[in-house]
């Protein structure tokens, strides 16, 4: 997982560099760290306005960016918390339905560095707490609050009663830190869970859906399960979601992908539980926001560059995002499709790759610029090469685009592989 800072040049950037220096570990899961500072700053987690606590494998991020639609489009003011940002650090914190300032975020940062006093405590504990601040202190009708990683340990996990929990689909990502099996996994997501307070659980296997289940039971939560309690499916090119109260008719998400028909019932069975009406669920369909998850790049240099290729983005980096976008593939206008992919060496990548193969004609391997933890462009094309694709290196995403563009003006192009090369394309692209 990269925390590098944004590239903005700005106040922040200086002192988030700092913050990287206060724990020699990345990631280091543990509460104590980040309870102690917020105690220190008097405990803004304690003054958070109603909290929606979003834990999973793949989806977290669609989800909450459908939910936050719906509930803006209701006349709501919503902060929301995501990780990792793309091209600025500043993404990550939403406050009031705005981006946060950079004077705002510079600020925070500094009174959390200054409170905390050099203990030890790693980047995203420090950082969420400067998020907790500011949402502690601008009022607004709700939190949309992503789970950085897990969800047990994860220094999102203060909130002591929000109100809702959702768990979307559980994979194998990550398994250094949250266990080598799926129900161990899910037994890290469900984390969240607390006593009494409602979760709407999205598409699980068997042994996920196990482990949700019965920490559920020992603490009393009310579940709303995918295939149960809602069902979302397309139908006749619409979008059909029914709960216990009744059917909604709707348009297909505008995020586009078959997959974001079960994130978007996630997102519909959680509006409903909140008490929004069915123009706040379309809403949520039809005005969502959430980049690098098969963005189409319309304008900037790098689209520019090659005026007849139809350009994409997407950051999935696990099995379970090869699947889904092998599966936005195939549903796609038949065109000769070609991949541009960087990987993180943390990463499943013959996993990832190998749901992709039958649907594209050759992939262009690069090295992920300033990531330590990259493979190299000569790593994933050996994967590609094993995963049954065509693979050539490339010295960086402009010049694979470049010769794909030469060969076929007319190919459809697919950035892909993590969302740290996404970020770096997207502020390459302006």
Request: charged share 20%.
């Amino acid at each position: 997982m990269s925390t590098a800072p944004s590239a903005a040049g700005a106040a922040s950037d200086v002192i988030l560099e700092r913050l990287m220096s206060l724990h020699p570990k990345i990631i280091d899961l543990t509460l104590d760290r980040v309870t102690r500072l917020l105690d220190a700053l008097g405990n803004p987690e304690r003054a958070l306005p109603p909290v929606v606590h979003v834990a999973g494998t793949n989806g977290k991020g669609s989800t909450q960016a459908m939910i936050r639609a719906g509930m803006e489009a209701a006349g709501k003011t919503v902060h929301a918390y995501t990780s990792p940002h793309l091209a600025r650090f500043h993404e990550r914190i939403r406050v009031a339905g705005e981006l946060i300032s950079e004077p705002d975020l510079a600020a925070l940062l500094e009174e959390c560095e200054r409170v905390n006093a050099g203990h030890p405590i790693t980047f995203f504990e420090i950082t969420t707490c400067a998020a907790f601040l500011a949402f502690a202190r601008t009022p607004a009708d709700a939190l949309l609050l992503e789970v950085g990683l897990g969800g047990r340990l994860d220094a999102t996990n203060v909130v002591e009663r929000p109100a809702l929990t959702i768990i979307t689909p559980v994979s194998l990502d990550h398994q250094q830190y949250l266990g080598e099996t799926v129900g161990e996994i899910a037994g890290e997501k469900a984390g969240i869970l607390k006593r009494g307070v409602p979760c709407v659980v999205g598409p699980q296997t068997d042994e996920g859906l196990a482990v949700i289940e019965a920490r559920a039971a020992r603490l009393g939560c009310p579940l709303y399960v995918h295939g149960q309690h809602w069902h979302a499916r397309e139908e006749a090119g619409r979008l059909i979601f029914q709960d216990e109260t009744g059917l909604l008719d709707l348009p297909l998400p505008n995020l586009p992908g078959p997959h974001q028909i079960e994130n978007a019932g996630a997102a519909l069975m959680a509006l409903r539980h909140l008490g929004h009406d069915g123009a706040a669920c379309e809403a949520a369909v039809t005005k969502a926001y959430w980049p690098a998850r098969m963005q189409r790049l319309r304008r900037g240099p790098l689209a520019e560059s090659a005026p007849g290729v139809e350009l994409w983005l997407d950051g999935g980096h696990n099995p379970a995002g090869g699947e889904a976008v092998a599966a936005t593939l195939a549903r796609m206008p038949k065109r000769p499709t070609w991949l541009i992919c960087g990987m993180l060496s943390t990463k499943d990548i013959g996993g990832y790759l190998r749901p992709l193969a039958p649907h594209v004609r050759a992939l262009h391997a690069v090295t992920i610029p300033g990531e330590h933890a990259t493979l190299t462009a000569e790593q994933t094309q050996a994967a590609a090469l094993a995963a049954g694709m065509d693979a050539v290196t490339a010295p960086s995403v402009a010049a694979a685009l470049a010769e794909i563009a030469a060969q076929d003006p007319q190919a459809r192009v697919l950035i892909c592989g993590s969302l740290y090369l996404a970020g770096t394309v997207l502020r390459e692209n302006g």
